[in-house]
């Protein structure tokens, strides 16, 4: 995969979704970090959360308008993530979810086991869905509220998709946040814990600022309101 060009500037119904309400709320933020963790959670560092993978979803979802686009499609659908993917790799996230969707089987590699033998999907799976793939679905609402806010529609299993994307991405957001935390050795999740778990998870130097600089505006427009 090949990092895409210099993106244009965000116009219309984009900047607002950037901007506005997250769609993904606190609680739902805090239930997940709850299967991952059992400190507690500020509400600042779950209005951090709920905003860097809101900034994540759209950024994914701007790439694959636009492939979609190419193709005189207005429906997204998988095939435009995976070209999203393909073109931009600072999008690549949420990996975990690849092995449990149809969209990805072929285009996740092939891993040997330490005898050279090929290792099936099924068993890179584990024994046992991950919490967040299981409780995936969680955030469906909140991935077509953010599909709507851009003007785009989609096809149910590029909703899926995003939806298990998401899942994974803020569960591995918690888990990174949480570590943090253990080691300042303190009993709170805040929003700087959260900040630097965005830089571990998100390597790409254009989306990483995005997010930090959209969840410190997050923060400070919750706190004022």
Known sequence: MTPQPARPERNGPETASVMGVSPFKPSLVKAVFRDVTPMHVSRSAAWTAASVTRTVLTEIIDGARRAAAEAARKKLTPRDLVSAIDRNVEIEVGC?????????????????????????????????????????????????????????????????????????????????AATTVRRRDGRTIGRDDVLTATTIQLFGGGIRQRALSEAREATRNASAG
């Open 96 to 176: 975990a979810w690849y092995l449990h969707s149809p969209t990805f089987h072929g285009l996740t590699g092939v891993l040997y086991d330490a005898e050279g033998v090929v290792v099936p999907v099924r068993e890179r799976r584990g024994p046992r869905k991950p919490s967040a793939v299981a409780g995936a679905h969680r955030f469906e609402a909140g991935v077509r509220k953010l599909l709507r806010n851009q003007g785009a529609t989609a096809a149910p299993a590029m909703v899926r998709d995003l939806d298990g994307i998401a899942s994974v991405f803020l569960t591995d957001l918690a888990r990174d």
